[in-house]
């Protein structure tokens, strides 16, 4: 039985969670991509949340970019070397170093290297170091041979001194560093990918090793924004969350009713998908405003009209939206799908999430994320906003347009949500009416009746459709059935018919 | 090496100033060992008493690491004349040394 190593945590989002607690502690990591991959900052990042966070001195030596620069790229993501160096918290190290500078003259060793590492780690008891990119000293000194001992013994040094390391590398042809220093540093290795696909830039990282642990082999989706680094792990896969078996109504009494008689599941998900303009986002807004209307909090992410239209259109339908978004219950964000790509889209959602602490959350429609993502990628992506918003008990609304073009995103979507909604278009006698039905509910009683979906300015509203002799009426047929029942002032022969259950409630 | 160098250092330094030499070390390990004597040998050969050449071991004061920028070690830098030059190593290719140090007229 393999006990698990001591670990630091990196403090970067998402990273400690599928490295299960963080780098080996006391011993040295490599981090390794192409050209502006994010290297340079994961391993900033490290340093500085050691410093702020876990009272980790660091040390960080840069062999490329000037220490000053890098104090000014990084003062946008809200890190203050210069502070956290005042307060020997941090010691920033810039190695100039020139093949043309610099005449050799015989046999050397990195003893100044040694010494002055040492010496940076040694002044405020730094118990993190970051070499930042060391291979470009194989472009500086010309002797690979003394180069390869040398930093052999760098690397047994570092152990030696007990500092949790990161070491970074520049990806090499056939190799995951162009010098192969993951021949020396051999613990724990992160690979970082930064792609463009449908001209949409992807940044991944994945571990390929790490000794004495178990850790998350997948690729993982991180980006970089002004809050630094996050990584997104498909949340804890375990399915062993808290279930509520409270419920939360609707806002449509009528609907309510199919759903056993209250409601959703208080943080299930809930799909809904239909053909265009059949009123999911109607459905949507009134589930946002009855949760409003009870005081909660709700986030209305829109992917395709801006919050103004959304408050106006609903208008019509006598929600009065604005009242909630003055109120601070509501929050509308509107974005463009093709903004970013879905991992920033997914990390944006966590982060306004996490501030906003919301009951409800609504995504409309998840199908046009598929036109930034392949399907796959939008699957595993709502895959993990299911999972997050389900272990903080936020109740997910999601709405689906069901179109060729999709490729039944619904579908694919089905199984990861609770409830799934279908809206569809109803067309006899030259009319076209919607009809709703409830595909699946899990854990509840549901009506499993199509039911007519009516949306006037009262609001929206189901109805019973007329099952008789005649076949199944809809719209204006079944009004006039409806009016030719009551003229009648009986309920007709074989056919049946429900008073609407909202006169009822 | 040369025959002509036993004469010739006269390069942009014919005023008479001394030439200035800092060689970094540590301790005594065998490369800094040898690049003292080494260096002690040509300088005696080519500059005679022309020169001044100060000798810091880096264990004995690491902030020279940072302040002077050292990686690699034994490590010489030509202070006085100008430029400066910078030469690693134990001292031993002396030819290297020579046209480096600009010794050549």
Known sequence: ?505 | MKKEKDSGFEADNNDGDPFVFRLYVTGASPNSSRAITNLKAFFEKYLKSRYELQIIDVYQQPQFAKSVDIIALPLLIKKFPLPERRLIGDMSNSEKIFKSLNLVS
């Open chain 1, 1 to 505: 039985m393999m006990k698990s190593i001591p670990k630091s945590k990196t403090g970067i989002n998402g990273l400690d969670e599928i490295t299960e607690g963080g780098l080996p502690q006391g011993r040295p990591t490599l981090i390794c991509g192409g050209p502006g991959c994010g290297k340079t900052l994961m391993a900033l990042e490290f340093i500085v949340k050691g410093a702020t966070l876990y009272d980790e001195p660091g040390v960080f030596m840069a062999f490329e970019e000037k220490a000053d620069e890098l104090s000014a790229n990084v003062a946008s993501l809200g890190f203050d070397l210069e502070k956290l160096q005042r307060n020997k918290k941090l010691r920033l190290d810039y190695v100039h170093i020139k093949a043309s500078e610099i005449e050799e003259t015989g046999e050397y060793d990195l003893d100044g290297l040694f010494i002055r590492l040492g010496h940076a780690i040694d002044s405020i008891g730094a118990k993190r170091v970051v070499l930042d990119t060391i291979e470009n000293l194989f472009a500086g000194l010309s002797s690979q041979g003394i180069l390869r001992a040398e930093l052999r013994r760098l690397f047994q040094w570092l152990k030696e001194k007990g500092v949790t390391a990161i070491i970074t590398g520049e990806k090499g042809e056939g190799a995951l560093t162009r010098h192969g220093l993951e021949e020396y540093v051999s613990d724990c290795v992160i690979v970082l990918d930064h792609r463009i696909i449908n001209q949409i830039s992807t940044r991944r990282l994945r571990i390929v090793k790490y000794r004495g642990s178990i850790h998350g082999t997948n690729e993982y989706p991180f980006l970089i924004d002004e809050e630094g680094i996050t990584v997104l792990p498909v949340t804890s896969l375990k399915l062993d969350k808290a279930v509520s078996s409270q419920r939360v109504s609707t806002g449509i009494p009528t609907l309510d009713q199919m759903f056993g008689g209250k409601g959703f599941f208080r943080g299930s998900s809930i799909l809904l998908s239909g053909s265009a303009g059949t009123g999911k986002t109607s459905i949507a807004a009134n589930f946002a405003n009855e949760t409003c209307r009870r005081k909660g909090k709700c986030i209305f992410f829109a992917f395709e009209e801006s919050p103004q239209q959304i408050i106006r259109n609903m208008r019509s339908i006598g929600l009065g939206l604005d009242q909630h978004v003055k109120k601070g219950l509501l929050q509308f964000h509107s974005f463009r799908p093709g903004l970013y790509g879905l991992e920033m889209h997914l990390a944006k959602m966590y982060r306004l999430v996490k501030k906003f602490k919301p009951h409800a959350v609504i995504v409309d429609p998840i199908t046009n994320l598929v036109s930034v993502g392949l399907l796959n990628d939008v699957n595993s992506m709502l895959l993990r906003l299911v999972d997050h918003l389900q272990n903080e008990g936020i109740t997910l609304m999601l709405t689906a347009l069901n179109s060729g073009a999709t490729e039944h995103i619904d579908e694919n979507v089905s199984s990861l949500v609770d409830a799934w909604l279908l809206v569809r278009d109803v067309e006899t006698d030259g009319e076209r009416n919607r009809a709703l039905y409830i595909m699946k509910s899990r854990g509840m009683k549901h009506s499993k009746e199509v039911r007519e979906f009516i949306i006037s300015s009262k609001g929206l509203n189901l109805v019973d459709v007329y099952r008789g002799p005649e076949g199944v009426l809809i719209g204006s047929a079944r009004e006039a059935k409806e009016k030719e029942a009551m003229a009648n002032g009986k309920q007709n022969g074989r056919g049946h018919f429900r008073a609407p259950a909202n006169k009822i409630r």
